[in-house]
């Protein structure tokens, strides 16, 4: 079982990206 704080820290790695995608592509992704 893979403890909390990897995959706290995986989602955290994973909105920047989507932040970042988001702020590339204006409102592309919504």
Same mark, same amino acid.
């Given at each position: 079982?893979?403890?909390?704080w990897?995959? #706290? @820290?995986?989602? +955290? !790695?994973? +909105? !920047? !990206?989507? @932040?970042?995608?988001? #702020?590339?592509s204006?409102?592309g992704?919504?």
């Amino acid at each position: 079982m893979i403890p909390w704080w990897p995959r #706290k @820290n995986i989602s +955290e !790695k994973v +909105e !920047k !990206k989507i @932040n970042a995608g988001i #702020k590339n592509s204006g409102s592309g992704l919504l």
